[in-house]
């Protein structure tokens, strides 16, 4: 497995929280956040060239096996975040997702990891990053 130390993937994905994902403070909801990096996850793989979607289409599931997060300060209802999103390492059998969501005022609010694994959805062997998807985070792996 190749590390390219300085270069990476790294997208942004901005949404608007939705007063159904907060609690009775007006705090988005804990639970909520998983589902707003995921939107960003998807985001990350259209933006290179291939949809999830796709992905699963090609009989590759991606389940997550490790979710980390320490959230800094609340996102509140109605603020407009942005997720950044980044892959610092070429894949092998997993992937790793690191994201960071800012507010609307730029403040880093929450800093989370999550890492997913290659699954062959026909076998349910744990299997390596498909060549196309490969080729596809190669072509976009940026300083």
């Given at each position: 497995m190749n590390i390219l130390p300085s270069k990476m993937i790294h997208t942004k994905h901005s949404l608007r929280v939705r007063y159904g994902e907060t609690d009775p403070m007006k705090?988005?909801?804990?639970?909520?956040?998983?589902?707003?990096?995921?939107?960003?996850?998807?985001?990350?793989?259209?933006?290179?060239?291939?949809?999830?979607?796709?992905?699963e289409n090609q009989g590759i599931w991606l389940p997550v096996s490790d979710y980390k997060i320490k959230y800094l300060r609340p996102a509140?209802?109605?603020?407009?975040l942005e997720i950044h999103t980044y892959v610092k390492k070429i894949p092998g059998v997993k992937i790793e997702?690191?994201?960071?969501?800012?507010?609307?005022?730029?403040?880093?609010?929450?800093?989370?990891?999550?890492?997913l694994?290659?699954?062959d959805a026909k076998t349910n062997k744990i299997i390596k990053c498909p060549d196309y998807l490969m080729k596809l985070i190669e072509e976009n792996w940026v300083e």
């Open positions: 705090y988005v909801y804990y639970g909520n956040y998983a589902q707003y990096f995921e939107i960003a996850r998807v985001e990350l793989f259209r933006s290179i060239g291939m949809s999830y979607n796709e992905i509140l209802y109605d603020q407009k997702f690191e994201y960071e969501i800012y507010n609307e005022d730029g403040i880093k609010i929450t800093e989370a990891s999550t890492t694994f290659f699954l």
